[in-house]
Nanobody, 126 residues
Framework: QVQLVESGGGLVQAGGSLRLSCAAS????????MGWFRQAPGKEREFVAA????????TYADSVKGRFTISRDNAKNTVYLQMISLKPEDTAVYYC???????????????????WGQGTQVTVSS
């Protein structure tokens, strides 16, 4: 059974930092491109970052470039999202997701991902 479990969310002041983790089980991690999405109240789920299977290639939304870093540890079946210089507009529930297709193109839409975690809340106060 595939399971993705996020952790590391919380309340932080603007300018602060957080590191999110997503632990995967079910034998899919090393064969999956992994992504992070977020969803603020009343808004659609939006792409944040993605990383390919071996960690050599990453893609970011323009809104987080230079502030967020996605990484993965295939030995630990875990993907991370390091967030610095956080802004109030980064407040959202953050989800990790797994894309099991072999497409070379990075998918930035939620429908492109096969498995999802339950989400972790990130709140940035001004």
């Amino acid at each position: 059974q595939v399971q993705l479990v996020e952790s590391g969310g919380g309340l932080v002041q603007a300018g602060g930092s957080l590191r999110l983790s997503c632990a995967a089980s079910g034998g899919i991690f090393s064969s999956s491109r992994m992504g992070w999405f977020r969803q603020a109240p009343g808004k659609e789920r939006e792409f944040v970052a993605a990383i390919n299977r071996n960690g050599a290639s990453t893609t970011y939304a323009d809104s987080v470039k230079g502030r967020f870093t996605i990484s993965r540890d295939n030995a630990k079946n875990t993907v991370y999202l390091q967030m610095i210089s956080l802004k109030p507009e980064d407040t959202a529930v953050y989800y990790c997701a797994a894309d099991r297709t072999l497409s070379p193109a990075v998918r930035t839409q939620p429908w492109g991902y096969d498995y999802w975690g339950q989400g972790t809340q990130v709140t940035v106060s001004s």
